[in-house]
């Protein structure tokens, strides 16, 4: 006597299909981009500006006085800036480098300033984040040194060239007065510009 075929029953099927999902989502969740693992990735930049800055403490009255006394704000010589500058480290997180800039002003007195610093630079698919730590040499008219610090935002149209906008803060020392020997002289900058960057794979 033939017995009647048992038909397997639907979660005899489902269970064991629904368990290899589970287990190739795993997988696939724990491996990580090939690029994000593999050390040697690195980027290059190359960064050109435009930007205008309020002074805060201008005994000489220079370039556009906004108030009626000396320590009063007064607005910088507007200024070209451009750089170089490298990071390495992992595509999808944070990566570690070095810019060098050059500003000069476009107006007014001549002057120059070299600007060696630490680059943290931080990208998603079209957006990147970046911030800045260096110190700032004025070449002319007269040499100084003093502090900068900067941070940005960069949009990208196109794989590896975007659009920046940076605020720069700096600390000048400068020649003294009757009332200071070394008195120090706050700048606040704005510029906009644009970056290029190139990747170097592994």
């Known amino acids: 006597m033939l017995r009647p075929v048992k038909r397997p029953g639907a979660m005899s099927v489902v269970l064991p299909v629904g368990v290899l999902v589970l287990i190739s989502a795993h997988a696939g969740a724990e491996e990580p981009p090939v690029l994000a693992t593999k050390p040697g990735y690195a980027q290059l930049f190359a960064t050109t500006f435009v930007g205008d800055g309020l002074r805060f403490n201008n005994p000489y009255r220079l370039a556009t006085p906004l108030g009626s006394s000396a320590e009063s704000v007064s607005r910088t010589s507007a200024y070209a800036d451009v750089g170089l500058a490298a990071t390495l480290g ?14 000069l002003a476009v107006e007014g007195v001549r002057q120059a300033v070299l600007t060696p610093s630490y680059l943290a630079w931080h990208r998603w698919t079209r957006w990147a984040v970046y911030g800045r730590a260096g110190l ?4 002319s008219p007269a040499a100084t040194w003093g502090f900068e610090t900067g941070g940005g935002g960069v949009f990208f149209p196109r794989a590896g060239l975007g659009v920046a906008a940076e605020i720069v803060g700096d600390l000048f020392y400068g020649a003294g007065t009757r009332e200071v020997a070394t008195p120090a002289y706050p700048v606040l900058s704005a510029q906009l510009g644009v970056i290029v960057a190139y990747e170097v794979l592994p």
């Open 136 to 139: 700032p040499i004025v070449l």
């Open 90 to 103: 992992a595509p999808s997180g944070l990566q570690h480098g070095l810019a060098l800039r050059m500003s």
